[in-house]
Each structure stands twice: as structure tokens, then as C-alpha cells.
């Protein structure tokens, strides 16, 4: 570390904790040269994620964008804030994962999976915009899908499909 009075690159470490809740290391550090005292911090450089869209431009990750995703594919749907800020999070600790870019679609898949595992609305809204269904053909061969799937799912965990209700017509 140079010091700040005389450029001295020599010095030694008197004391040293952390700081700013632990994101910091506080140093106390005398010069060698000039004895001077001084204080210096280490904080953990921080990588900025970069996304890359499919047109392959590259710009910062933003989380935000991901929520008002999710909020817009929940609306009016009976889902806490909290449960959509935890989805973000997990969303964002993934893609973050060591890694300094990420592909979009990545992104968008494990917004697909999580909203599919949530809510079949919310899946079926986000999915036909991010999927970018060209006509109602693929909206209805999505909800078959769907249907297919949670019908199986039901069925293996041995809840029964709805059944018909007979309405007898009154008799006169």
C-alpha cells in the first residue's frame, strides 16, 4: 500500500477488523519510511453481471426487470410479494453463479419454472410473452400441455379429477 504522505510503498498492518457490517476490512497500516499512520479498507470487488440478449448486445443484469416480469404475470392473482421477491432472489443467486454474463433465455426459463411451479395463470400469461406465441394455435397447444401435465400430476398424487355434476332436469 502506498502511503499517503511520502509514496513510501513499504509499510505494516498494526491492527486490523472488520467493518461495515463485515463487508470491509479495516486496516491500521504504519509507513516504514516516514512512520506515519494511516487507514486503509478492503471490500471484495465486485464482478457486475452482464446479460446478452439474443441479439447478442450485452447490458447489466437488472433484477428489476425480472420482478415487474412476475408482478405483471401475477396479477390479480393471490400471490404475496414476499413469495415474488424470494423467486427474484433465487432467480438472480443462480444466474449470478460465479459466472460474469448470462444468456437471456436462461433467465427466462427459470422465470418459466418457477412461475410454472407457482401458478398455472401466471405460467400461462409470462409464457406467452416470452415464448412469443405467433397465434392462438401455440396459446392452445401450451394450455393442452399444461393440462396434460396437471392432470397426470393429480392422478399420481391420488387426487381425483372433478367429476361431473348431473343436473337433472325438475320434474313436472
Do not use: W
Amino acid at each position: 500500500m502506498k502511503c499517503p504522505y511520502c509514496g513510501e510503498m513499504e509499510d505494516r498492518v498494526i491492527d486490523s477488523r472488520t467493518a461495515k457490517d463485515g463487508s470491509a476490512v479495516r486496516r491500521r497500516r504504519e509507513c516504514t519510511k516516514c512512520g506515519v499512520r494511516f487507514t486503509s479498507y478492503e471490500t471484495v470487488e465486485e464482478i457486475q453481471l452482464r446479460v446478452v440478449k439474443k441479439d447478442g448486445r450485452r447490458e447489466p443484469f437488472d433484477s428489476n426487470k425480472i420482478r415487474i416480469g412476475i408482478l405483471k404475470a401475477c396479477e390479480k392473482r393471490p400471490i404475496p410479494t414476499d413469495v415474488i421477491d424470494d423467486i427474484v432472489e433465487r432467480i438472480e443467486a443462480s444466474a449470478a453463479h460465479g459466472r460474469k454474463e448470462v444468456p437471456s433465455h436462461e433467465i427466462g426459463e427459470a422465470v418459466i419454472k418457477e412461475l410454472y411451479n407457482l401458478d398455472e395463470v401466471a405460467y400461462v400469461r409470462f409464457a406467452s410473452v416470452y415464448r412469443e406465441f405467433k397465434d392462438v394455435n401455440e396459446f392452445m397447444d401450451e394450455l393442452k400441455g399444461l393440462l396434460i401435465e396437471s392432470k397426470s400430476a393429480k392422478v399420481k398424487n391420488g387426487d381425483t379429477p372433478p367429476q361431473k355434476k348431473n343436473k337433472k332436469k325438475p320434474t313436472q
